[in-house]
């Protein structure tokens, strides 16, 4: 896959970092991150009432403790501690990797222990701007925009397995109805714990998922708080690389801040120009579905770097010493699988091996999503080493063999990212250091693997005929008033369409009936990246920007390029949106309620979601009830 579609996927430039100021900003905060691991205790991960969710955090190198699905099923824990939250599984406060087999179930009771909602609001609670924006005018032409209002964080939590092609109705997928209540006088859910059994289907793609809270308005404190893990879904593939000896890494990375959460916003992002000038300039009536894109948010000076951590380990900006970082050993002459986890809340990654000068080195991507590289018939496709950079946005995963360096050592770096304008500042930073053990001469090569032909759930969805297009806008303005908040849309962009923030319990924007196929346009319509993802399914990727993509990946969340301007006399108005299109199927097996939003989870949480419901092609089926 490499070339084409990490060409398509990728930042379209590396940010660079051009002033001198901004490097002693950076080696400040490196500098401030090693004291602050020289003074924090020893890293104890056992769950106590002093210390809820241990003490310290992980060293260099760390990996979460590994759980196999069994028929007596797993109890996981939402404890608190102060500004912390952590899954807990028999006594010990470090989110375990679960792996279940193809075809078996796995068994989750959640149980809600949070004590202090409070502290969870606070993570993302508004400051307060200097002025107060105006709300978004009426006019011909263009799509009404209604404001969202604060949520305010209840402590209620819930569990959703990120990828699964598993019904969206409990005791499964259920992230609309089914939610606990905290260790407080809350009654929102009527219960404390809830037990999820979910079948992992025989036709659901092998590979790297994982699991997080989704109760809409609170997902984004709960995750930079803590609660995110990995899910490994095992079958033929898996064994055959055991067999063959290949070694396995489980690699998550979370963000622990969001600076931007609970900031005021520069006035250059709110402010903008007067509508009837903007109006006036176009120089021609818009069409009835058209984006407002002169109140959106604009571009601002962010300075701020957001904290990231590699299996809780705090991840170093600048050029830090080896020795804070991971130090992961491969035997010469061999490779290793990598399943990489991007459990970010809005951190797009840029992946690369590189040697120590910076040139990259050679890795083979395996999967993407959870799914193997595969051609629309599901046969697999021919693995090909890449030196080009890997794209992941939030809740992307991708799975790589790594070669093991031919020199002293070599790195895994995520390379800077241009999130847009009005988006966050990505640099480059090293995450891994990679060195081999042994001598070549000592090593046995390792057979390949023959892959297994399976079929799966969305095997032939290109070759399927297209029933309906859609066009799904994203869109975003400053609310207007005192607080300091945005306001995030995504809306199917049709006549009579309103723009208006997610609110649960809203009916769904989208019907369609099961066995159906559509393709759907997702524009981008702001000044920085966003992340679409949809529940339940994957989808076929078939032009990113009007441009075909070579080998059309199977993902469940995809980068849509920002906006960029065009002049007020361009025949698409003063702003081209980015645009993706997509090809997905609705099988039967997954009728119900389907959430889709955008995974920078922050624009999620502030409306940018909406649900699709499928309705059962078999009269009398029973779809499950939004209460």
């Not at 050029?319 to 699988?337: M, T, V, W």
């Not at 930073?429 to 042994?438: E, H, K, P």
């Amino acid at each position: 896959m490499g070339g084409s579609y990490a060409a398509s996927h990728g930042p379209r430039q590396y940010m660079k970092l051009r002033s001198a100021a901004w490097r002693i900003a950076f080696l400040s905060l490196a500098a401030s991150s090693r004291v602050f691991a020289a003074e924090a205790p020893p890293f104890d991960p056992q769950s106590t009432a002093q210390a809820p969710c241990g003490l310290g955090v992980p060293p260099p190198g760390h990996s979460a403790p590994e759980l196999w699905a069994s028929p007596k099923g797993l109890t996981l824990t939402v404890r608190q501690d102060r500004d912390r939250l952590c899954y807990t599984e028999n006594g010990i406060a470090d989110a375990p990797t679960i792996r279940v087999r193809l075809g078996s179930d796995l068994i989750v009771t959640l149980r809600n222990e949070i004590t202090d909602p409070a502290a969870i609001d606070s993570v993302t609670g508004p400051g307060k701007l200097t002025i107060a924006t105006a709300p978004v005018p009426s006019s011909p032409g263009f799509l009404p925009v209604i404001p969202g209002m604060k949520h305010h964080a209840t402590g209620a939590t819930n569990l959703h397995v990120h990828g699964f092609a598993v019904p969206p109705v409990k005791p499964q997928d259920d992230v609309l109805t089914v939610c606990t209540d905290p260790a407080t006088d809350s009654q929102g859910c009527g219960q404390r714990s809830y037990t999820y059994r979910f079948h992992v289907p025989n036709n659901m793609t092998e590979g790297l998922y994982w699991y997080h809270p989704h109760v809409h308005g609170e997902v984004q404190a709960q995750m930079l708080m803590g609660l995110t893990g990995a899910i490994v879904v095992e079958g033929p593939q898996d064994d055959a690389r055991r067999a063959n000896g290949i070694e396995e890494r489980v690699l998550v990375v979370r963000q622990t801040q969001d600076l931007d959460a609970g900031r005021t916003q520069p006035a250059a992002m709110t402010a903008a120009l007067p509508a009837s000038t903007k109006r006036k300039a176009l120089g021609h009536t818009p069409p009835a579905t058209a984006i407002d894109t002169a109140h959106e948010l604009l571009c601002g000076a962010n300075s701020a770097v957001d904290a990231l951590s590699l299996n809780g380990t705090p991840v170093p900006v600048a050029q830090p010493d080896d020795s804070a970082l991971a130090n992961f050993e491969i035997r010469a002459g061999r490779k290793q699988l990598w399943r990489i986890l991007n459990a970010a809340t809005d951190a797009f990654l840029n992946l690369a091996i590189v040697d120590e000068s910076g040139r990259p080195l050679p890795l083979e991507v395996v999967a993407r999503d959870g799914s193997a590289l595969t051609d629309d018939a599901g046969q697999p496709l021919p693995m090909i080493a890449t030196l080009d950079p890997q794209f992941v946005p939030p809740s992307g995963r991708i799975e790589v063999l790594v070669n093991a360096p031919q020199g002293v050592k070599a790195y895994l770096v995520t390379h800077a990212v241009d999130t847009g304008c009005a988006g966050d500042r990505l640099p480059e930073r090293r995450l891994a250091v990679i060195t081999s053990t042994g001598s070549v001469a000592e090593q046995v090569q390792p057979a390949k693997a023959i892959p297994t032909r399976r079929s799966t759930l969305f095997d032939g969805l290109v070759a399927r005929h297209t029933d309906r297009e859609r066009v799904i806008a994203m869109a975003e303005y400053p609310r207007p008033g005192m607080t300091d908040q945005v306001d995030f849309y995504i809306v199917e962009r049709k006549p009579g369409a309103v723009l208006k923030p997610y609110g649960m319990g809203g009916p769904p924007a989208i019907t369609v009936h099961a066995g159906t196929t559509e393709e759907w346009i997702v524009e981008n319509w702001t000044n920085e990246l966003h992340a679409f993802h949809i529940h339940q399914l994957h989808f076929r990727v078939l032009t990113i920007d009007n441009k075909p993509v070579a080998v059309s990946p199977l993902l469940d969340v995809v980068n849509v390029p920002y906006a960029e301007a065009t002049g007020y006399h361009s025949k698409e108005g003063p702003v081209r949106p980015g645009r993706v299109r997509i090809k997905l199927t609705f099988p039967e097996s997954l009728a119900g309620y389907i959430p889709f939003h955008c995974h920078l989870v922050d624009h999620e949480d502030n409306g940018m979601m909406a649900v699709l419901r499928v309705v059962p092609a078999a009269h009398g089926s029973k779809v499950a009830v939004m209460k």
